[in-house]
């Protein structure tokens, strides 16, 4: 069943009218988590060709299948001979993307997946619910948790594919030479949601402000993912060694305050059309924003790991076999099959090729490594 959007909407005009106008992210984290309110606390989430957006794994099942060629790599360095191997995946949606994966180890790699624990990482309960029903098959290998931190300490693989654009950002414009933080107040009439500016009061957002955007000009429009940094902190407390892949739309920081990105990246997304109509229908909208890859390397830095490397999808997804493995997802191909249009648009430039970016980082792996899935291309040094 698709939420009410009203529910959420008198829910955010009554706090505001009581307690005064919330930033941009409360708001954008009501819309997105809100228990039984917010986007991703529906039922189901619309993703797929008939949905609100499409993401990689519900456009081939290839996608997981590269993806487990280069998780095989990871286990073979981290040398896990005999022990559990571990895979956590973190905001897996609907399942899809571990269906894959883990088709991929029973089918190719049988000793391994013996041994393969798969976690699930998901925060809402509604998701957790609808995750345990549509990966039942592989129930045996799953363990689906709220936080990583309930599995104890880790050692293994992290994936998150399309995760980073999900979380609530600051939204801040510069006026006067001066950046303000968006905040959401209600109109005259109180009936309403509209923005309003005002002064930064935020620490670690004025921090940032300060040490990036400063040359930014007026009138300038963007956003700043400050949970990314906490995920990245938290996921280095309990991470020993292993291997972190994260897969999104973005860019480095010179392409993502580019003069030209005025407005932002910020975008609403309700059946595969691009709204910003979340004001009126606060809850039925997914929000998101593009991803600030230099700002994951460095925070990833920081935390303790090494940037391994950076690239396009495509030339990531092109490194890892690519032909073996369409031959073992679907045989032998015609030449104008179906399939190899939903294959194109994970690696062509007009689908996810160019837009999606692949970024891998390593901790407590004391070797150096020569990852396959940078063997095209490894722009690392591009994110500064
Ligand atoms: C855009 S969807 C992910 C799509 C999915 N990975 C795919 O490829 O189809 C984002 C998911 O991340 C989850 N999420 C948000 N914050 C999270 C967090 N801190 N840890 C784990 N999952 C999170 C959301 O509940 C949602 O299910």
């Given amino acids: 069943?698709?939420?009410?959007?009203?529910?959420?909407?008198?829910?955010?005009?009554?706090?505001?009218?009581e307690n005064g106008p919330i930033s941009f992210k409360d708001f954008m984290a009501l819309c997105l988590y809100e228990e039984n309110l917010g986007y991703y606390s529906q039922d189901e989430i619309r993703i797929g060709k008939d949905g609100d957006f499409v993401t990689a794994p519900h456009t081939s099942k290839l996608f997981g299948y590269l993806l487990a060629v280069q998780i095989r790599q990871f286990f073979e360095i981290l040398e896990n001979k005999g022990q559990e191997l571990s895979i956590a995946e973190f905001g897996a949606g609907t399942g899809v993307l571990a269906g894959d994966i883990l088709e991929y180890f029973k089918r190719f790699l049988k000793e391994q997946f013996e041994r393969l624990r798969y976690i699930m990482v998901e925060p809402l309960s509604k998701r957790r619910e609808v995750l345990k029903r549509d990966i039942s098959r592989f129930e045996e290998n799953i363990k689906i948790v709220d936080s990583i931190s309930e599995t104890g300490r880790f050692k293994g693989v992290v994936i998150a594919n399309e995760l980073f654009d999900a979380f609530p950002v600051h939204l801040i414009e510069k006026n006067e030479d001066e950046f303000f933080e968006i905040f959401v107040d209600v109109s005259g009439n109180e009936e309403r949601l509209v923005e309003k500016a005002l002064k930064i009061r935020d620490d670690?957002?004025?921090?940032?402000?300060?040490?990036?955007?400063?040359?930014?000009?007026?009138?300038?429009?963007?956003?700043?993912?400050?949970?990314m940094k906490k995920w990245i902190n938290d996921l280095s407390s309990i991470m020993d060694e292993g291997f972190c892949l994260i897969?999104?739309?973005?860019?480095?920081?010179?392409?993502?305050?580019?003069?030209?990105?005025?407005?932002?990246?910020?975008?609403?997304?309700?059946?595969?059309?691009?709204?910003?109509?979340?004001?009126?229908?606060?809850?039925?909208?997914?929000?998101?924003?593009?991803?600030?890859?230099?700002?994951?390397?460095?925070?990833?830095?920081?935390?303790?790991?090494?940037?391994?490397?950076?690239?396009?999808?495509?030339?990531?997804?092109g490194g890892l076999d690519i032909e073996q493995t369409m031959e073992k997802a679907f045989g032998r191909l015609e030449p104008f099959s179906p399939i190899l249009a939903s294959v194109k648009s994970l690696i062509f430039p007009q689908g996810m090729g160019e837009t999606h970016k692949v970024f891998v980082a390593s901790k407590g792996v004391e070797k150096e490594v020569d990852l396959k899935g940078f063997k095209m291309k490894n722009d690392i040094g591009r994110l500064t």
Avoid at 211 to 227: A, Q
Avoid at 253 to 269: K, S
Wanted: some cysteine.
């Fill in 1 to 17: 069943m698709v939420n009410d959007f009203k529910g959420l909407k008198r829910l955010l005009i009554e706090n505001i009218k």
């Fill in 204 to 227: 670690a957002l004025k921090d940032y402000v300060e040490t990036y955007l400063s040359h930014l000009p007026n009138g300038y429009r963007t956003e700043v993912n400050l949970e």
């Fill in 247 to 317: 897969i999104d739309y973005g860019y480095s920081r010179e392409d993502y305050y580019a003069d030209f990105r005025n407005r932002g990246t910020l975008l609403g997304y309700s059946r595969q059309r691009v709204t910003e109509e979340y004001f009126e229908y606060p809850g039925i909208i997914d929000m998101t924003a593009h991803v600030n890859f230099s700002d994951a390397r460095l925070w990833f830095e920081q935390a303790g790991f090494v940037a391994e490397g950076f690239c396009p999808q495509w030339a990531f997804l």
